[in-house]
């Protein structure tokens, strides 16, 4: 095929970038000759990976099938235009059943071996509902089924340097946002005016937020219950924090970063605590690379804190970040069952970790969270990590 063509509203070029290493990842496995992702009505019911495959709504059932050497999409016929001005995938426009495309296309790339989007614990690999694999067992009865979420793993953790560049765009405006709402902080200034200024900046530049718009971001003032809380009217008293997990959505991509302030002269028990949380944080990025195990590294992190005095965190120590602030595959956390497999897989060249972790201290939450991509070598920081407290 030629280079993808323009399409208005469609991320032409990251589709060709992950349709191409999607074929890769079929030629180099051993469990499929295929890979079927399949959906309908996606603005309602929407198939993760269709926004790399594809990238745009459909209403009909739409199947997109790679192979190692080439890849389809059947859909309906009203939506096939917009498929043929992707110029990426074969088009197969049908009228009243996807079936019998469906199968021409699968027969011809002699694919008997199909791998479908379900999985027991990574979300984003779970897209297939049981209506559509139901009636995928009645058009493709010839057909061994197993599961893609290894191909999942690999198209969505591993991203190309357009991904990358936007993710790392992301990440600094983020920052620079950040810095402009402390800029403009004063002592009466409470959390949910803190979080309503980032708000308002956010609309004038059309960003989303990273997660759900009401808990993004997540501010702290003081020594505050933590967790996933709705801004309220405390405010900062000196020589305590101001504590706040932030991340926007920046053409299509995500950031995921928390950042710490103090009001005044910080004490030394919490510039203590401050290190003690730097330390560990530090611990498991050396324990960060290119085949390290998710677990192994979430373990690091956690006996150095530990080791400090501090209680264990009760998380993992970080997750893929790409187009959602929680983007699957791979996790850097305990062998939990609430986890599955995630913390037991090894972490790839080219995904885009957090590392996070924190305290409860009498001058509140002691909480940092810094972006890091995974290099053939090693890792690199998306953005310059926080290693000093900062002053209000």
Not at 93 to 104: C, G, M, Q
Not at 146 to 164: N, P
Not at 370 to 388: A, F, L, N, S, Y
């Amino acid at each position: 095929m030629s280079d993808a063509g323009e399409v208005e509203g469609v991320d032409a070029a990251v589709v060709a970038e992950k349709v191409a290493a999607a074929r890769e990842a079929v030629a180099a496995s051993d469990e499929a000759d295929a890979w079927l992702s399949v959906g309908r009505e996606t603005d309602v019911s929407p198939e993760p990976c269709f926004p790399y495959l594809l990238g745009f709504d459909v209403v009909w059932p739409t199947a997109v099938v790679v192979g190692p050497e080439s890849s389809a999409v059947v859909l309906g016929r009203h939506d096939a235009p917009t498929a043929r001005d992707l110029d990426v995938h074969e088009v197969h426009a049908y009228d009243e059943s996807i079936a019998d495309p469906l199968r021409e296309v699968l027969d011809g790339m002699d694919a008997g071996r199909v791998a479908l989007n379900f999985d027991r614990d990574d979300v984003v690999a779970d897209g297939l509902s049981h209506g559509l694999f139901l009636q995928l067992r009645e058009y493709l009865p010839d057909r061994e089924f197993t599961s893609a979420s290894d191909l999942i793993r690999r198209l969505r953790g591993m991203k190309s340097e357009t991904e990358y560049e936007r993710v790392r765009a992301a990440a600094l405006e983020t920052e620079e946002l950040l810095q402009t709402a402390t800029a403009t902080w004063t002592p009466e200034t409470t959390e949910a005016e803190f979080a309503e200024f980032l708000h308002e900046r956010m609309a004038e530049r059309g960003l989303d937020s990273a997660w759900a718009w009401d808990y993004c971001p997540t501010v702290h003032m003081g020594d505050r219950e933590v967790g996933h809380t709705l801004p309220a009217e405390h405010t900062v008293d000196k020589g305590e924090l101001l504590h706040v997990d932030f991340g926007i959505r920046r053409d299509g991509y995500a950031s995921d970063i928390q950042r710490l302030w103090v009001r005044g002269e910080a004490s030394e028990g919490l510039r203590e605590a401050f290190r003690d949380v730097r330390a560990a944080i530090d611990a498991g990025h050396d324990a960060l690379g290119p085949g390290a195990v998710g677990h192994e590294v979430d373990t690091a992190a956690r006996e150095e804190l530990t080791s400090r005095g501090w209680p264990a965190f009760e998380h993992a120590f970080g997750h893929q970040v790409g187009r959602a602030a929680h983007d699957g595959g791979t996790l850097l956390g305990p062998e939990w069952e609430r986890y599955g497999e995630a913390p037991r897989h090894e972490v790839r060249p080219g995904e885009v970790y957090t590392m996070e972790l924190g305290v409860a201290t009498e001058w509140g939450y002691v909480g940092q969270e810094e972006m890091v991509r995974i290099t053939e070598t090693g890792t690199e920081w998306v953005v310059p990590p926080q290693t000093e407290l900062r002053t209000l």
